[in-house]
């Protein structure tokens, strides 16, 4: 398997919602590489310089292509080994581009209202004024 096969997912650790579903992602082929959107990375770099918010969304690399928000979420479904519980229904539902739109921004307000409730905040990786708490 070379790294070329990884596929590349950028979330936010702090969410236990997203902590859990990113641990349990599984895909057919080559190896899922989690990155922490909270530390320090190239991958992250890379996100920041394109302009992409990611507390308004996760990012999968596939290859060279960065997939952001629901776009992201269904390139990780569309390479879903569909093994387990949680690997099943995110195939299921999010293998539809339209569902993937459809449902990614009220799973996204969920997370962001947990993690208000939580008192964490925001990753803020594109520094906005004001931003730094949900």
């Known amino acids: 398997m ?5 596929i590349e997912v950028v979330y936010d650790k702090e969410c236990p919602i997203c902590d859990f579903y990113c641990k349990r992602a599984d895909v057919e082929d080559g190896a ?3 990155v922490d959107a909270r530390e320090d990375s190239e991958v992250m770099r890379e996100i920041t310089a394109l302009g992409l918010d990611i507390d308004e ?3 999968v690399r ?8 629901s776009d992201a979420i269904h390139a990780l ?16 539902v999010f293998r539809s581009r339209t569902a993937a739109r459809l449902f ?5 307000a969920i997370r962001n209202l947990l993690l ?4 964490r905040s925001r990753i ?5 004024d004001g931003r730094d708490r949900f």
Do not use: I, T
């Open 2 to 6: 070379s790294k070329n096969d990884d």
């Open 32 to 34: 899922l590489v989690l």
């Open 57 to 59: 969304g996760m990012v």
């Open 62 to 69: 596939v290859g060279e292509e960065l997939h952001y928000g």
């Open 77 to 92: 479904a569309q390479r879903s080994s569909g093994k387990g519980v949680v690997n099943f229904l995110g195939k299921l």
């Open 104 to 108: 990614y921004p009220p799973l996204k």
């Open 116 to 119: 208000k409730l939580l008192g």
């Open 124 to 128: 803020n990786n594109l520094q906005q």
